[in-house]
T-cell receptor
């Protein structure tokens, strides 16, 4: 069964460092998302991406964040200068279309710990 | 404004008990979808069900059932004869049709279900 794959599963980084979280969406999907879950809290939408550009972003997704689809398979989230409060589980998701109700498939998540 | 409320932060039951997880939503739209996701201790998000705003029929899938009531803006989830493997955090989520370019999900805060043997 096709799945969304995220690497690494756990990343520890020092405050101020740049991190790149990687995702391989399901191959025939065209719409990609990043969500964040701070430990013990709800899952929050960060950004959606289609046709090589951001479709929508939340207030959380400030200038420190960027997304990219560098090739035909990877979808990355970059945090330029990490802060302690960026520590969270980051989920990548993809869907075949954006029509309302279309199921988004989530990856296993990357746990980012900023020290 | 769109919002999903899961008032129960934690529920603890003994195996074989039935348990209902509550979800109340707010939306400005007449067309929307509601979802339930399960997050086991391993951390991934597992899709359980999707329901559109025009279909208020209750749904049953094995030990799981869902009760959607537009009159009370609720989409409750019942597990019958709970098992230890049901222990997880359960999230209710909303997706609106507001003409936006995306299909983002708005999640509730989750309910931690602990099923004791």
């Amino acid at each position: 069964e096709p799945e969304v794959t995220q690497t690494p599963s756990h990343q520890v980084t020092q405050m101020g460092q740049e991190v790149i979280l990687r995702c391989v969406p399901i191959s025939n999907h065209l719409y990609f998302y990043w969500y964040r879950q701070i430990l013990g809290q709800k899952v929050e939408f960060l950004v959606s991406f289609y046709n090589n550009e951001i479709s929508e972003k939340s207030e959380i997704f400030d200038d420190q964040f960027s997304v990219e689809r560098p090739d035909g398979s990877n979808f990355t989230l970059k945090i330029r200068s990490t802060k302690l409060e960026d520590s969270a589980m980051y989920f990548c998701a993809s869907s075949a279309q954006t029509r309302i109700g279309t199921e988004a498939f989530f990856g296993q998540g990357t746990r980012l710990t900023v020290v | 404004a769109q919002k999903v409320t899961q008032a129960q932060t934690e529920i603890s039951v003994v195996e074989k008990e039935d348990v209902t997880l509550d979800c109340v939503y707010e939306t400005r739209d007449t067309t929307y979808y509601l979802f339930w996701y399960k997050q086991p201790p391993s951390g991934e998000l597992v899709f359980l069900i999707r329901r559109n705003s025009f279909d208020e029929q209750n749904e049953i899938s094995g030990r799981y059932s869902w009760n959607f009531q537009k009159s009370t803006s609720s989409f409750n989830f019942t597990i019958t004869a709970s098992q230890v493997v049901d222990s997880a955090v359960y999230f209710c989520a909303l997706s609106e049709d507001y003409g936006g370019a995306t299909n983002k999900l708005i999640f509730g805060t989750g309910t931690l279900l602990a099923v004791q043997p």
